[in-house]
C-alpha cells in the first residue's frame, strides 16, 4: 500500500502560477504517475501523465501551460501549472497506477482556484 500526500494549490490570479506536489510513502518507480483534477458538478479527468519509462502527456486543455515532472529518488511527482485560467479552478488529485491497473493510489486532494 502507498500512501501520497500532497502539498501546494490555493488560490492565485489569472495568469498566475502554483506548483503541486505529491510525495509517496513508498517506491514510485515501477508506477504511470498522473495527475487529476475534478471541478465542481464534474467528472473528474485526467490532466497529465509521466510512465515509468518517463514518458511525458497532457490534456490538450493544459498543453504549454502545465509541466508535470517526477523525482523518482524523492519519491516525489509535481505539477508545475502556469498561465492559469479560471477553468483550471478545480480539486487536483495525484495518482500512481500499476501497468496492468491492478494497483491504483490516490493523493488526499488539493483545492486551485483562479480568480478572474
Known amino acids: 500500500q502507498v500512501q501520497l500526500v500532497q502539498s501546494g494549490g490555493g488560490l492565485v490570479q489569472a495568469g498566475g502560477s502554483l506548483t503541486l506536489s505529491c510525495v509517496a510513502s513508498g517506491c514510485i518507480s515501477v508506477y504511470d504517475a498522473n495527475w487529476y483534477r475534478q471541478a465542481p458538478g464534474l467528472r473528474r479527468e485526467w490532466v497529465a501523465s509521466i510512465n515509468d519509462y518517463g514518458t511525458a502527456d497532457s490534456a490538450d486543455s493544459v498543453k504549454g501551460r502545465f509541466t508535470m515532472s517526477r523525482d523518482n529518488a524523492k519519491n516525489t511527482m509535481y505539477l508545475q501549472m502556469n498561465n492559469l485560467k479560471p477553468e483550471d479552478t478545480a480539486v487536483y488529485y495525484c495518482?500512481?497506477?500499476?501497468?496492468?491497473?491492478?494497483?491504483?493510489?490516490w493523493g488526499q486532494g488539493t483545492q486551485v482556484t483562479v480568480s478572474s
Open positions: 495518482n500512481l497506477m500499476s501497468h496492468d491497473f491492478s494497483a491504483s493510489y
